[in-house]
């Protein structure tokens, strides 16, 4: 196994203020087509429902958000985007959401069981939030493969500048601990840029994933949303982000890092700028298009426009003009 470089390694490179990117980048890269070569994975996410008990403050789907329209797609629209995206070259489908009461055990174990009797040769994954360990267990047992859960940032004192006191990092660091130990390929991330976030910060962060070693790291710009009680801080740079994304490919050379939608929000080329600072996932989207503006995490989101398959076919030119090539297996981590 490629070894990464150490946390005291990643910490002076983050404290260096001119630290030349370019090269950071390039490292980053030699590394990933070392072991990934020059694919990029992808992924169809499916965002399924709107609705959520949490309170999150920069998030634009939070509960008290009376301004957003609520949806949530039924087992067989979600079965409808799966077969589009299987046609499409689809090997994983990504269920995301906000915690929602109405996706029980019951209706969210239908849902992956219906998914994994009719592809069999693809991945479910799950990003809906916190749930017990005996939820989680039903879910992996009902076949969902991975799941996804940014940590959003390993300190309690900043965990809890950004979350309601019904919230806690204790309970969600416990989530992440629980799906790794039910077998589950896991995901953990943060937001770069979100308010309050200090370098120290980030070095918790990053300090966290050695613990955790996930296979999958998402990080990307945290984004301002006017419905929301960070309506006047900043959003986060495109600077800051390539910079861990290169430092996290450095650290995890085996991890599936993902250059996700926010990136693309902040900068036109985000996406492609990503993957050559060391990505190798992309999500298009592949909810109907007439819910998708409605999962408004943060402002000014893109792909909201368009039919699954032009924004597949979108990706796989930016993903070539980059210089890497869509892959569509399953895409398991490489450890
Ligand atoms: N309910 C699920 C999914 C949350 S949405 C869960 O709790 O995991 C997926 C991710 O979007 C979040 O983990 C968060 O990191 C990110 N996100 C939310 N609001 C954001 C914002 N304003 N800017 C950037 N990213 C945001």
Not at 43 to 59: H, M, P, Q, S, V
Request: with cysteine; glycine share 8%; aromatic share 10%.
């Amino acid at each position: 196994m490629h070894k990464g470089i150490s946390i005291d390694d990643a910490v002076k490179i983050l404290n260096t203020a001119d630290y030349n990117d370019k090269e950071l980048y390039e490292r980053a890269d030699k590394v990933r087509r070392e072991v990934y070569g020059d694919a990029v994975y992808i992924r169809g996410l499916i965002e399924f429902t709107n609705y959520c008990k949490n309170d999150c403050y920069y998030c634009g789907i939070r509960k008290s958000n009376g301004f957003a329209t609520r949806y949530r797609l039924t087992s067989d629209d979600i079965f409808e985007c799966a077969k589009e995206g299987y046609k499409l070259g689809f090997r994983t489908f990504v269920l995301q959401g906000g915690e929602d009461g109405y996706f029980t055990d019951k209706v969210m174990c239908g849902i992956v069981s219906r998914l994994k009797e009719n592809f069999p040769d693809c991945a479910v994954t799950l990003s809906i939030g916190e749930r017990s360990k005996d939820s989680y267990k039903a879910l992996f047992d009902a076949g969902a493969d991975r799941y996804l859960l940014r940590h959003e940032t390993a300190e309690a004192e900043h965990y809890n500048k950004l979350h309601p006191e019904s919230m806690s990092l204790e309970n969600r660091k416990r989530c992440l601990f629980n799906l790794k130990e039910i077998g589950y390929q896991v995901g953990s991330g943060f937001m770069v840029g979100s308010p309050y976030q200090t370098i120290d910060n980030i070095i918790s962060d990053l300090k966290f994933l050695t613990e955790l070693e996930p296979d999958m790291i998402g990080i990307g710009p945290y984004i301002v949303h006017d419905k929301t009680p960070f309506k006047d801080f900043k959003s986060g740079t495109l600077e800051q982000t390539l910079r861990l994304i290169s430092i996290l490919r450095l650290m995890f050379p085996y991890a599936l890092i993902p250059s996700t939608t926010a990136l693309g929000t902040i900068h036109p080329k985000g996406r492609e700028l990503g993957l050559k600072a060391g990505a190798n996932v992309v999500m298009p989207n592949l909810s109907p298009v007439g819910v998708r503006g409605l999962y408004d995490l943060y402002k000014d989101k893109i792909c909201t426009g368009e039919e699954a398959a032009q924004c597949r076919g979108c990706l796989e030119r930016r993903v070539e003009t980059a210089g890497y090539r869509i892959v569509t297996d399953i895409g398991n981590v490489k450890k």
